[in-house]
């Protein structure tokens, strides 16, 4: 049973005698859930941590990692997370920071729920642990399953000129410039910039902004499970992804979008990386993360003027290959200045 969802159930009360204060005081009742986006790289591939759960209403199962916060058995928030992660998946965090929190009324499927609204901390965590180490439940599933459109290591991908840009520039034509509540851009413009369409340099760090668009427009699964207007203009809603259960894709877009960022100006990538590494798997990895291909040589200048790792002296042997030295992180960066990440440039729109 997914109990954020779903809450603990209860005897159903007796309501005839419910006063307008009682009204108030169901109303204004709120819970605290901890969710936990948790992402490694396997295989040449970003992966996520799922849990399954029962199919909802679009026949989503895929949930992330979750659990109440509980005062009296949690001293900290992030501790909460940490005993909730191992009791359903039987892993043990390492690197974990907060990510946001997600409090939007909407957050349920049912909008009549009567049960405590959840206000959500999400948190994001790194790690190594990929297969067996430590797993007991719960599946590493590749992003790309879910946001397919944010994978360019092969190029622009075809699900964009195919599916999404025609969707979305008649999405954008049908409300003219109409511009959002949340936004003074018109819309048309901002499907042009969160997906670098016609001539727009495409950034990779706006995997919310994208996956927000898609939801608004009625295009993303978890806007027909929502009964978005938007979504009664489709008679031909192509399948955008996989869908997750409650907010939890938009939980995970915001975790890729941070960790995006953040490797560009902070060590965080080695969170990711094996003590020992080959400069090619440093580059792999950071590939797999970023989403475009990058060019080898200009990659591994960039990695080794910037200070960021040292020689170990051994090799690995390779099949089929010459032997490719071995580094590990150079911790001492951290001292020496205040943002070692690895700034790599986006790649070039292909529209």
Not at 93 to 118: C, I, M, S, W
Request: with cysteine; hydrophobic share 35%.
């Amino acid at each position: 049973m997914n109990m954020e969802l779903s809450g603990r159930r209860k005897p159903t009360p007796d309501t005839s005698h419910r006063t307008p204060e009682a009204e108030t005081e169901q109303s204004l009742s709120i819970g605290i859930g901890l969710n936990a986006a948790i992402v490694a790289v396997a295989e040449n591939e970003p992966v996520a941590l799922v849990v399954r759960d029962g199919a909802d209403s679009i026949g989503a199962t895929d949930i992330l990692p979750f659990g109440p916060f509980n005062p009296i058995e949690h001293r900290t928030l992030e501790s909460g997370l940490r005993a909730w992660v191992q009791d359903q998946t039987g892993l043990e965090l390492g690197y974990a920071e907060q990510l946001y929190t997600f409090a939007d009324r909407g957050r349920h499927a049912n909008p009549d729920d009567d049960k405590p609204h959840v206000v959500s901390i999400g948190y994001l965590a790194l790690t190594q642990a990929v297969g067996h180490h430590g797993l007991t439940n719960g599946v590493w599933r590749s992003w790309y399953q879910y946001f397919p459109w944010e994978d360019w290591r092969r190029g622009r991908p075809e699900i964009i000129a195919h599916e999404i840009e025609p969707r979305l520039k008649s999405w954008a034509e049908k409300t003219g410039s109409q511009k959002s509540l949340n936004s003074p851009i018109p819309r048309a413009d901002r499907v042009r910039i969160c997906f670098g369409l016609d001539g727009m340099a495409w950034d990779e760090e706006k995997v919310l902004e994208r996956f927000e668009m898609l939801y608004e427009a009625g295009l993303a699964d978890e806007a027909v499970r929502d009964n978005r207007n938007s979504v009664h203009e489709w008679t031909d809603r192509p399948k955008l992804g996989l869908p997750m259960q409650s907010d939890h894709r938009r939980i995970l877009a915001t975790a890729i979008s941070r960790t995006r960022a953040k490797i560009k100006y902070r060590p965080v990538v080695f969170e990711l990386m094996p003590d020992e590494f080959t400069l090619y798997e440093l580059q792999k990895t950071v590939e797999a993360i970023l989403g475009p291909h990058l060019h080898k040589q200009n990659f591994r200048r960039l990695v080794e003027g910037a200070g960021l790792v040292e020689p170990t002296g051994e090799v690995k042997t390779r099949t089929g290959g010459r032997p490719a030295k071995l580094f590990r992180f150079r911790r001492d960066v951290l001292l020496e200045r205040p943002a070692p990440g690895v700034r790599v440039s986006a790649p070039p729109s292909r529209t």
